[in-house]
């Protein structure tokens, strides 16, 4: 019967050790998913959407970042669409089409 005890000790000790290191490692590097965008290099989507607006008047349909670049996809008064590519670093439009 003590050869169980410990047996089950040693499993218990184990698992511990296991458990503490797991919870020391997400301490110190949380996950990129909970990144929010103001924790990320270069500008913000409202941002890009600000600069977008500002070259096509009108309503924002769609906003997607590939990479370095918004992809920013407007409704304009004259009721035709328009992409407009913003640099996710700078701010500067790449195209507008």
Same mark, same amino acid.
């Given at each position: 019967?003590?050869? !169980? &005890? @410990?047996? %089950? #000790? !040693?499993i218990?000790?184990? #698992? /511990? *050790?296991?458990? *503490?290191? /797991? %919870?020391?490692?997400?301490?110190?590097? +949380? +996950?990129? &998913? &909970? #990144?929010?965008?103001?924790?990320?290099?270069?500008?913000?989507?409202? /941002? $890009? %959407? $600000?600069? $977008?607006?500002?070259?096509?008047?009108?309503?924002? #349909? $769609?906003?997607? @970042?590939i990479?370095?670049? &918004?992809?920013?996809?407007?409704? =304009?008064?004259? =009721?035709?669409?328009?992409?407009?590519a913003?640099?996710?670093?700078?701010?500067?439009?790449?195209? *507008?089409?």
């Amino acid at each position: 019967m003590k050869i !169980f &005890y @410990r047996f %089950v #000790l !040693f499993i218990a000790v184990i #698992l /511990a *050790s296991f458990t *503490s290191q /797991a %919870v020391t490692d997400s301490k110190h590097n +949380p +996950p990129t &998913y &909970y #990144l929010t965008s103001n924790q990320q290099d270069g500008i913000s989507e409202q /941002a $890009a %959407v $600000a600069i $977008a607006q500002k070259q096509i008047n009108g309503r924002v #349909l $769609a906003i997607r @970042r590939i990479n370095n670049i &918004y992809r920013i996809k407007i409704l =304009s008064n004259q =009721s035709t669409v328009h992409i407009v590519a913003v640099d996710a670093i700078n701010g500067t439009i790449k195209s *507008s089409h």
